[in-house]
């Protein structure tokens, strides 16, 4: 029996500090999104969001310049509704509740399971696609 790989669809941001760390998600995540592109910190990540379209946005919550909770923030009040999954170590709770409240698509705890994070993001990127523009 074989098994089709589920098929790559849609655009991805990677918003992370860590540079090693945007390069294994991009390395995990590349047979799931069609395009992925990288960003080092929240205010690079909205410049991205600013001058192109996205079906996903996987972000790092504390990061330097701006935070993944900023970042979804300027998204919802620039009317950007793109589906949008943070991972932190921190989990604190007010962060969740913020995050929650901003309508985020998935809260993942680090270090991650990444069959988990993959699903995750594939769902995210159906949702993103499949949502009119």
Not at 35 to 64: C, F, Q, R
Not at 75 to 103: C, S, V, W
């Amino acid at each position: 029996m074989i098994v089709q790989a589920p098929a790559r669809t849609g655009k991805l941001l990677i918003i992370d500090d860590e540079e090693d760390l945007r390069e294994v998600l991009t390395a995990i995540l590349e047979d799931s999104a069609q395009t992925i592109d990288t960003a080092a910190n929240g205010i690079e990540g909205i410049e991205k969001l600013k001058s192109g379209h996205y079906d996903a946005v996987l972000s790092d919550e504390k990061m330097p310049k701006k935070s993944g909770i900023e970042v979804l923030k300027w998204m919802r009040e620039n009317g950007i509704n793109t589906p949008f999954i943070m991972h932190t170590g921190y989990g604190q709770k007010d962060i969740i509740q913020e995050a929650q409240k901003l309508g985020v698509f998935a809260l993942i705890d680090k270090p991650w399971d990444e069959k988990k994070l993959i699903k995750t993001v594939e769902t995210a990127l159906q949702t993103g696609t499949s949502t009119p523009k």
